[in-house]
C-alpha cells in the first residue's frame, strides 16, 4: 500500500498570506494525485487532479505542482473561506490512499 | 449536473451488516467508477473501494474480504455491502464518482450518511 505523508499536521497562516501544503508518496505515482477540501460537516470537494489541473470551478489562487512522490498544493492569497482541512489523495495504485490531512487554520 | 446521495441505516448492531445504498441522478451511471470512502469521527479519508459500472471491483484488502459491491444500471443505483461490523467501522460514509479511468480520482462527492455500530 502505498502511504501518503501531508505536513504540516496543521497549518496556522494570515489571512492574504500564502500557504503551502506538502504531501509525500512512499512510491513515485507520476502525476496521479489529487488534492481535496473538506469543510467542518461538508464532504470532500476535489480541488486538483492530475498533480497540478485546477477542477472545474476552482478559484486561480489554488496551484498544485510536483511529480514522482513529492507533491505540493499553494494557496497563494488566503481568503476566509479557505480555512479547512486538505488531503491529499493517490490514484496511480491500488488500493487508492489519502493522506492524513492538514488542517489549515486562521493564525 | 450529476449528483450522488448515500442512503441506509443508521445504526447497525455489531457482527451484521452494514447496507448502503447510492442513488445517481442528473446523469448515467455508465462509463464511470463509482466509490464508498469512509471517515470515522475526527479522523481522515480511507476508501472502501470501487465498482465500474460494468461490474468489475476493486476493494482495499484492509477490510478483510468484508466488502461487497454491486450495481443496478436500471435504477441508477449501487450499493456497499460491510459484513461482521464491528465499533471501529462506525464512519461518515460517502459515495463518489470516480473518473472513467483506471486512474480514476472523485468529482463528485455524496453529503455522507452517518453510521453507528452499536448494540
Known amino acids: 500500500e502505498i502511504v501518503m505523508t501531508q505536513s504540516p499536521a496543521t497549518l496556522s497562516v494570515s489571512p492574504g498570506e500564502r500557504a503551502t501544503l506538502s504531501c509525500r508518496a512512499s512510491q513515485g505515482l507520476s502525476l496521479n494525485v489529487a488534492w481535496y477540501q473538506q469543510k467542518p460537516g461538508q464532504s470532500p470537494r476535489l480541488l486538483v487532479w492530475?498533480?497540478?489541473t485546477r477542477a472545474a470551478g476552482v478559484p486561480a489562487r489554488f496551484s498544485g505542482s510536483g511529480f514522482g512522490t513529492e507533491f505540493t498544493l499553494t494557496i497563494s492569497t488566503l481568503q476566509s473561506e479557505d480555512f479547512a482541512v486538505y488531503y491529499c489523495q493517490q490514484y496511480n495504485d491500488r488500493p487508492i490512499t489519502f493522506g492524513q490531512g492538514t488542517r489549515l487554520e486562521i493564525k | 449536473q450529476v449528483q450522488v446521495q448515500e442512503s441506509g441505516p443508521g445504526l447497525v448492531k455489531p457482527s451484521e451488516t452494514l447496507s448502503l445504498t447510492c442513488t445517481v441522478s442528473?446523469?448515467?451511471?455508465?462509463?464511470?467508477?463509482w466509490s464508498w470512502i469512509r471517515q470515522p469521527p475526527g479522523k481522515g479519508l480511507e476508501w472502501i473501494g470501487y465498482?465500474?459500472?460494468?461490474?468489475?471491483?476493486n476493494y482495499n484488502p484492509s477490510l478483510g474480504g468484508r466488502v461487497t459491491m454491486s450495481v443496478d444500471t436500471s435504477k441508477n443505483q449501487f450499493s456497499l455491502k460491510l459484513s461482521s461490523v464491528t465499533a471501529a467501522d462506525t464512519a461518515v460514509y460517502y459515495c463518489?464518482?470516480?473518473?472513467?479511468?483506471?486512474?480514476?480520482?472523485?468529482?463528485?462527492w455524496g453529503k455522507g450518511t452517518t453510521v453507528t455500530v452499536s448494540s
Open positions: 442528473g446523469g448515467s451511471i455508465s462509463s464511470h467508477y
Open positions: 465498482m465500474y459500472y460494468s461490474g468489475s471491483t
Open positions: 463518489a464518482r470516480g473518473t472513467p479511468s483506471y486512474y480514476n480520482y472523485m468529482d463528485v
Open positions: 492530475g498533480a497540478s
